[in-house]
Structure formats: structure tokens, C-alpha cells
């Protein structure tokens, strides 16, 4: 099992920055990926920006040149810094981790309990 502890959402103003943290405990496999979905009401969840334990990345177009996603492996954390942020970034931010033993076995799955930004003047 794997536990998601994320902070550092908030209130912003249009235009400001934020940055979210992500700390997972457990049993950590060394093949996963770390990331970053948001919902907005009425919408469905999406995803945000990801990250891969070898470093990998991958964004929404939406995100990109703004948000910038980076991960301590040493402390199983992954950051999202979100700048220029615009009330369409108004959202609750969810954690989400997967990883496999091996190549052998499947991947599980894991979120966070979510964190609320909201981006208004």
C-alpha cells in the first residue's frame, strides 16, 4: 500500500504561483510514476503532468510553459510549481501515484486526498 500526502494549494491571484507537494509512504517500488490530475466542477478529472522514477515527463498542453513538475526520489516527493496561473487552473489537485514490482506484474494505483486551488482576483 501506498499513502499520497499532498499540500500547498490555496487562493492566488491571476497571473501568481503556487506550488503543490506530494509526499507517498509505503511500500515504494523503484518502477512508478508520480503525477498530478485536477478536477474541476463539472468536469472530469485530467491529468495535469507526470513524471517517471527515470525522469520522463508529460503535460497537458494546457499546463505547458507554465507548470513545471520535478520529484525528490530520495524522499518518493513530487512537486508541481505552477506559475502564470489563470482561473481556468481552478480546480481540486489530486496526487496520483502507480508502480509495479517488475515488468512481471501490474501496475496499482494510487491517489491523494486532494487539495483545492483556486485561482481568482
Known amino acids: 500500500q501506498v499513502q499520497l500526502v499532498e499540500s500547498g494549494g490555496g487562493l492566488v491571484q491571476p497571473g501568481g504561483s503556487l506550488r503543490l507537494s506530494c509526499a507517498a509512504s509505503?511500500?515504494?517500488?523503484?518502477?512508478?510514476?508520480m503525477g498530478w490530475y485536477r478536477q474541476a466542477p463539472g468536469k472530469e478529472r485530467e491529468l495535469v503532468a507526470a513524471m517517471t522514477s527515470g525522469g520522463g515527463t508529460n503535460y497537458a498542453d494546457s499546463v505547458k510553459g507554465r507548470f513545471t513538475i520535478s520529484r525528490d526520489n530520495a524522499k518518493n516527493t513530487v512537486y508541481l510549481q505552477m506559475n502564470s496561473l489563470k482561473p481556468e487552473d481552478t480546480a481540486v489537485y489530486y496526487c496520483h501515484q502507480k508502480q509495479r514490482r517488475s515488468i512481471y506484474t501490474s501496475w496499482s494505483y494510487y491517489w491523494g486526498q486532494g487539495t483545492q486551488v483556486t485561482v481568482s482576483s
Open positions: 509505503g511500500t515504494i517500488f523503484s518502477s512508478n510514476a
